[in-house]
């Protein structure tokens, strides 16, 4: 069903006053409530709701979200929420999340043209060039879900690198970062075992998940 602006506003309304009536004070608690423990950098899909999918309530992870969950190291957006999240916010865990069937990673996959994003998805065919020899040897109906987990992985470890993440590692910061993948299809948070908690452990975790992900494919 079709729905105007107008109605968003009606419905806001009407899900404040339930709020409201199911759970007395939810608004004022929510004034006091930004601690969060979690960052999530997700894709802009508007089917992976990073609450919803994690039944965290609200206040209690940092959001950011682009095509395609990429971190690309000339971004001050996504640093600059990386680094409010991390030295303000002291966020103890930073979940990097793809998911399948993602749109800006099959448009990568396939090198369609599509205007300006094409810049943007550059960043995943750099990817997917990186590990053109893996895909090839997949099946080809897993190759797309593999990019998927394969962008996830490189994201982490651009994170990872990142001034933040080195200078917080650095004075002793405990932070962990996460590389997950979700299921449109059947709602279910994948694992995929790269989760670095210090600059020194990339390298061997990057190798494993890579191996992770081909005999989970193949």
């Known amino acids: 069903m079709n729905k105007s602006v107008n109605d968003l506003f009606s419905h806001n309304r009407l899900w404040a006053a339930q709020m409201e009536r199911e759970r007395p004070g939810f608004f004022t608690g929510l004034v006091k409530q930004q601690t969060p423990k979690y960052m999530w950098i997700g894709c802009s899909d508007s089917r992976v709701p990073a609450n919803q999918i994690t039944g965290l309530e609200p206040g209690e992870v940092f959001v950011h979200r682009n095509v395609a969950n990429v971190v690309v190291h000339s971004d001050l957006n996504a640093l600059s929420a990386i680094q409010f999240a991390v030295e303000r916010l002291k966020v103890e865990h930073i979940m990097v999340v793809g998911h ?8 990568a996959f396939e090198g369609a043209r599509i205007g300006l994003a094409d810049n943007w998805l550059r960043h995943i065919q750099d990817v997917r060039d990186r590990h053109r020899d893996l895909l090839e040897r997949l ?60 600059t020194d452990s990339i390298e061997p975790l990057y190798r494993a998940a890579i191996q992770s992900v081909v005999a989970a494919r193949s």
């Open 139 to 198: 099946p080809e109906a897993q190759r797309a879900n593999a990019l998927c987990d394969l962008n996830v992985i490189e994201q982490v470890v651009n994170v990872c690198v990142s001034t933040v993440m080195v200078d917080a590692w650095a004075r002793g910061q405990q932070v962990s970062i996460h590389g997950w993948a979700f299921g449109v299809h059947d709602g279910l948070l994948q694992d995929l075992q790269m989760t670095v908690a210090s």
């Open 100 to 107: 399948y069937g993602c749109s800006g990673v099959q448009a």
